[in-house]
């Protein structure tokens, strides 16, 4: 079977229609058990696609291993014109639920990378999402959006992270800023070392499992998911 391999086509074609950044965006740990989903967004300057090329060996993150995502971090930093990641944490989700939260945090990122542009009202932006389905604009109606000075023009693209090159190169930022994340919280709390995030990354492998069932959820664990039975919890 034919590997597919992302291109500039999809940012192309929105800067042909008017677009002076195109923004790919992508989440990380929406199906986690414990910790934050996160949405990871990377600019491109439309003005550059020209000369831009699509990073060797981008794809996919999922595709990628931790070793190859890791080193083509830095260099993904380097290649975009901006990039951000925002988060929602597992409180959050828990309130909320996991597609507003998503659409939080991917405003979280969009302001964050638009305050460090400098990129002000009057600034045509245009966005590509992976998946099918725009969760960032009904969101941004919401009490608990943060200040963004432009929304930009959402489309959705299934897949997006294999086809799109700005939407993978954010789903790699995004996949090693929240793996690095739940390494971290592992290491911080020996009430958190069972649940072996280290290895699992808040997923639900058989050692996490087991953990929940034997010592119950932590207080990083989304309780409104449907958590193995388990004690009277920790953490």
């Given amino acids: ?12 074609a929105l800067a042909d229609q008017g677009a002076e950044y195109v923004l790919g965006l992508d989440e990380v740990g929406r199906g986690a058990l414990a910790g934050p989903a996160m949405v990871g967004v990377v600019a491109v300057r439309s ?8 990073p060797d060996g981008v794809a996919d993150s999922k595709m990628l291993t931790p070793a190859r995502r890791l080193a083509m971090y830095r260099d993904l930093e380097d290649w975009a014109a ?19 939260a998503l659409g ?24 590509i999402l992976d998946g099918p389905n725009d969760y960032i604009t009904p969101a941004a109606d919401s009490f608990d959006a943060p200040d963004l000075p432009v929304l930009p023009k959402v489309s959705t693209q ?15 930022i995004a996949k090693v800023t929240r793996d690095q994340l739940m390494v971290r919280l592992a290491a911080s709390d020996p009430a958190l070392a069972p649940y072996q995030w280290e290895h699992n ?8 499992l087991e953990a929940i069932r034997r010592l119950g959820p932590s207080r990083l664990h989304r309780v409104s998911w449907h958590l193995p039975s388990s004690g009277p919890g920790r953490g």
């Fill in 1 to 12: 079977m034919r590997r597919i391999l992302p291109t500039l086509a999809a940012e192309a």
């Fill in 47 to 54: 003005a550059d696609l020209h000369h831009l090329k699509v």
């Fill in 82 to 100: 901006g990039w951000a990641v925002g988060a929602c944490s597992n409180h959050e989700i828990d309130q909320w639920g996991i597609v507003h």
């Fill in 104 to 127: 939080i945090a991917a405003l979280r990122a969009l302001a964050e990378l638009e305050h460090g542009m400098d990129l002000g009202p009057g600034r045509r932006l245009a966005a």
């Fill in 158 to 172: 299934v897949k997006g992270d294999a086809h799109c090159a700005s939407v993978a190169c954010a789903a790699v």
């Fill in 201 to 208: 990354k808040g997923y639900g492998s058989p050692a996490h």
